[in-house]
């Protein structure tokens, strides 16, 4: 069974940072375009940002210059920088490979 690990998540003031890590298997990696997704309570999850395997990103209106994604191609890992963080960030992350695999989700929540 493929699985995502994501990481990093955590309470933060609002104004802050986190920083959020998924580790992919090698195979699943290579193949496909990566993605963070979030979902907040009573919402529908919705696609934050994307990166594909040569490294062109789409992003959120809402979260362009304030987060970042990135892959790591060496260590298999996929990251997302969330900076200038609002309440309305809060929300499960959940990091996807081609909306097939999908990890269990890391939470964020952002106090005002």
């Known amino acids: 069974q493929v699985q995502l690990v994501e990481s990093g998540g955590g309470l933060v003031q609002a104004g802050g940072s986190l920083r959020l890590s998924c580790a992919v298997p090698?195979?699943?990696?290579?193949?496909?375009?990566m993605g963070w997704y979030r979902q907040a309570p009573g919402k529908q999850r919705e696609l934050v940002a994307s990166?594909?395997?040569?490294?062109?990103?789409n992003y959120k209106d809402s979260v362009k210059d304030r987060f970042t994604i990135s892959r790591d191609n060496a260590k298999n890992t996929v990251y997302l920088q969330m900076n200038s963080l609002k309440p309305e960030d809060t929300a499960v992350y959940y990091c996807?490979?081609?909306?097939?695999?999908w990890g269990k989700g890391t939470l964020v929540t952002v106090s005002s």
């Open positions: 996807t490979a081609n909306m097939v695999y």
């Open positions: 090698g195979n699943i990696f290579s193949m496909n375009v």
């Open positions: 990166i594909t395997k040569l490294g062109n990103t």
